[in-house]
């Protein structure tokens, strides 16, 4: 068998695909994945279009997911999911670590895993309705031309341009219902529904979709990353869909670059690519000295580190306000209904759950819409409404429980005093019954003991 380095199947449109790469890029640069060869094989990472043929012919075969991304080691194991192939790479390669200490920084390592979970869980409504619904053919300012050949080039990555883009449109329509009315939509674009996008609820994410942007902007008046002058997980998680949906999308791609100049430029430093002028993390800058030679200084804000005394600015809390307004009482009700799921008749513990998805799981589409047990009422911008449950977010609660294991929870208070229900986010495992949620691969089961 031929010997490799890391391989990251993915592709340019996905939110967890971006995420995953800007990190292994940063980890590569700064030479944590190995240079040259280690053990006859190298230790860079390939970053591989998973074109459906390779899905169909390979990932499945392998790992048994279609979803991406998916990342392929030197030692031909398979890791499926964004936070699970980051824990499995900062775990195997910890030089230059993504993730604060639990014992000198814990409020920084918590922020990056609220940040976390407030990006690919929370944020992936607006950014898809940004993409969707400016992707309607009665909808002006539009850009579906551009969507339908984004997707091509990944549907049929061997076709001249005209073939791509008609490829794009094809599945659009196929697996979308893109131009049908509210009600006869599929597939993610229906998912939105279930989501807890609606007509009545749209308004309200966009308004939260600009809070965050606008929080951001602010923190990168003073700051180049989330925690200081250095990448942590909340940047390469915030990257996921403010990247791929917010500035590579057209319509909304424009008012970022026009309202949010410093998260744009953000974007092009996290993401390292074409970012010259952005200064991405380790380049230096240079000025002339007295003999007419080249002298290089730090680039970065705060010497290129994050910030001392395990600090989280007050811009980073207005970005966290966002996570115990919204999504914590939402997920607080996510808690108990899932519990209540699985002691139920509905389930037998060590089944499968419904898995991380943009839409309801197939097999589980009377639990998870309209009125079902596996739905919850939340409120977003004053608006009452309904979403399905997904246990793959009761999974990440469990993760940051397990992160935060040992820590002085105490020294914690203070701050966490500064949101809505702030404290109640260390008191996790107070829940009903016993119930965990046990991942494999891109599965999710019902536990009645602690799985990690």
């Known amino acids: 068998m031929e010997k490799h380095g890391y391989r990251l199947f993915s592709v340019e449109h996905s939110i967890f695909s971006a995420k995953v790469r800007a990190y292994l890029r940063f980890k590569s640069s700064q030479g944590d994945l190995g240079s040259g060869t280690e053990g006859g094989f190298d230790h860079g990472f390939e970053d591989i279009l998973a074109t459906p043929h390779l899905i169909n012919e390979l990932l499945m075969v392998r790992s048994g997911s279609p979803s991406l991304p998916q990342l392929q080691t030197p030692d031909d194991d ?7 192939i980051i824990d499995y790479l900062e775990q195997a390669h910890p030089k230059t670590n993504i993730i604060p200490e639990l014992e000198k920084r814990p409020k920084q ?30 909808v002006q300012p539009n850009h579906r031309h551009f969507n339908e050949q984004q997707w091509g080039a990944f549907l049929k990555p061997e076709g001249n341009g ?23 939509r599929k597939g993610p674009y229906q998912g939105l529904i279930e989501l807890g996008c609606t007509s009545e609820t749209q308004d309200a994410w966009q308004q939260t979709q600009q809070k965050l942007l606008h929080a951001l902007e ?59 002028n952005a200064r991405r993390f380790g380049q230096k800058l240079y000025k002339v000295d007295g003999q007419g030679e080249l002298i290089g200084y730090e680039s970065m804000s705060n010497n290129g580190a994050w910030l001392a005394n395990d600090e989280v600015p007050d811009t980073v809390n207005l970005i966290l306000n966002i996570f115990f307004e919204e999504m914590w009482p939402y997920l607080c009700e996510s808690k108990s209904a899932l519990s209540e799921f699985i002691g139920s008749n509905l389930h037998e513990v060590g089944n499968e759950l419904p898995r991380k998805t943009f839409t309801a799981t197939p097999g589980f589409e009377s639990l998870q819409c309209g009125e079902g047990p596996l739905t919850v009422s939340f409120n977003i911008g004053g608006i009452k409404s309904r ?66």
């Open 78 to 84: 398979w890791v499926q999911d964004s936070s699970a």
């Open 109 to 138: 390592r918590l922020a990056c895993y609220l940040i976390e979970l407030l990006s690919d869980e929370w944020m992936i409504v607006p950014a898809c309705w940004e993409r969707w619904h400016y992707s309607r053919a009665d």
């Open 162 to 184: 005209v073939q791509r883009r008609e490829a794009g449109a094809g599945f659009f329509q196929r697996a979308f219902g893109i131009d049908n009315e509210a009600g006869n």
């Open 218 to 276: 602010t923190h990168l008046e003073q700051h180049d990353y989330i925690l200081g002058g250095r990448p942590s997980l909340a940047d390469f998680s915030l990257l996921g869909p403010v990247y791929v949906h917010f500035f590579r999308d057209p319509v909304a791609g424009f008012d970022l670059r026009t309202a949010y100049p410093l998260v744009s430029e953000w974007v092009e430093r996290t993401n390292a690519e074409n970012c010259t």
């Open 387 to 452: 979403r399905m449950v997904v246990p793959y977010q009761m999974w990440m609660l469990q993760r940051i429980e397990s992160a935060m294991k040992g820590c002085d929870k105490a020294s914690l208070i203070p701050w966490l005093q500064n949101f809505e229900q702030g404290p109640e986010i260390l008191s996790l495992n107070n829940q009903p019954g016993n119930y965990r949620v046990h991942k494999k691969g891109g599965l999710l089961y019902s536990s009645d003991t602690v799985s990690e």
